[in-house]
């Protein structure tokens, strides 16, 4: 794998590509082999002379990420564990969100559709206490390159055709907002038609509520959806299970979600992981259609995953559904999000602990 220190051919914008690489239809062409073909190596590159290739190989390593370990789930999504030029890890997760339909006559009616989740840091500065990724502490943010290869490495893994469209999170490890300037690049080099083509409408950025920078993100208008992790109606139990809050409480990002451009097809998500006794109530439900109030919003309710050695229970598909139907009735739109990949390290940080503790 590439040394540490040097930039990655994924740094950059095609504009960026441009100016450095001259002629600069050279650049067009590198695009191409990176983002439509998925190429591991500058010696994939047929129609590139000789000369900007060791050029490349030498200033602009595309070798900057490794598969070290994946699981794959009965339910077909696979979590994967990467490797950096430094030696830490991080985790992304490919969701099989429908499956393929084929008629009777053996045609394709209905492709596959994917979600991939990633990560922005390496680590977390958040340090929610159900969060498995938070117990690791904060290392360092993510380069733009590393958010990109991330996408690249597994579309590759997974032959997935580069005229395939699929949605991104940025809901892996790390609060994306935390990295405010490689997260916003790496979304515009997602976007690049010439590139991965992934529309901004199709990436959804979550984060845990830093007031200030969805203010600011919401100033950029990238035209792409945003999603609170919220998992709390009141300040006492939100700062419990995310000190963050105590800078940013609940009342500081309902301000500033109700500034942020919405796509009127779209609406703000506001996630909310249910956690037995914690915030599972009917009362709890009232106080969050209250607090939603005038925010075109929608609420995805998530069961707590556990994990070993958490005190954070599941709660009861019963708690769940009047959960769910109690903010229906107010016309909340309100849905409960599958889960996916029980059968494997499927909550954050899981699948690097397991590795780093040894286990297979």
């Given amino acids: 794998m590439a040394k540490e220190g040097l930039p990655s051919i994924y740094d950059y914008t095609l504009d960026e590509l441009k100016e450095k690489l001259k002629p600069s239809f050279r650049a067009k062409q590198v695009y191409n082999w990176l983002y439509k073909k998925y190429a591991s190596s500058y010696d994939d590159m047929k129609n590139i002379p000789n000369e900007l290739k060791e050029d490349l190989k030498a200033n602009y390593p595309i070798d900057i990420m490794q598969i070290v370990k994946k699981e794959q789930s009965i339910d077909g999504s696979i979590k994967y564990l990467f490797k950096l030029r430094d030696n830490h890890t991080v985790e992304a997760v490919l969701l099989l969100m429908k499956n393929k339909k ?170 909310y992981l249910v956690i037995k006794d914690k915030n599972d109530s009917l009362d709890a439900a009232k106080k969050l259609v209250k607090l939603l109030n005038g925010i075109q919003a929608k609420v995805n309710l998530i069961y707590f995953n556990p994990y070993p050695g958490t005190t954070y229970q599941r709660p009861s598909v019963e708690d769940m559904m009047k959960f769910k139907d109690y903010l229906n009735e107010k016309s909340v739109i309100c849905t409960i999000r599958e889960s996916k990949g029980l059968d494997i390290s499927a909550a954050c940080g899981q699948l690097k602990e397991k590795e780093a503790n040894g286990n297979s």
């Fill in 102 to 271: 084929i008629d009777e006559d053996g045609q394709i009616v209905r492709s596959e559709k994917y979600t991939v989740c990633i990560s922005s840091q390496v680590g977390c500065k958040v340090g929610c206490s159900f969060c498995l990724t938070a117990k690791g502490g904060f290392v360092r943010n993510l380069t733009v390159g590393e958010y990109i290869a991330q996408i690249v490495n597994i579309k590759r893994d997974n032959q997935i055709a580069e005229n395939k469209a699929l949605n991104i999170v940025y809901m892996g490890m790390g609060e994306p907002l935390d990295n405010f300037d490689n997260f916003t690049k790496a979304v515009e080099i997602f976007s690049e038609l010439d590139g991965l083509a992934i529309s901004r409408r199709r990436q959804t950025v979550s984060t845990s509520g830093i007031a200030s920078k969805i203010k600011k993100l919401g100033e950029k208008d990238l035209q792409i959806q945003l999603a609170i992790s919220l998992h709390a109606v009141d300040d006492e139990l939100r700062s419990e299970l995310i000190p963050m809050n105590k800078a940013y409480n609940i009342a500081s990002i309902i301000e500033a979600v109700k500034a942020f451009p919405v796509d009127t097809r779209k609406k703000v998500m506001f996630e």
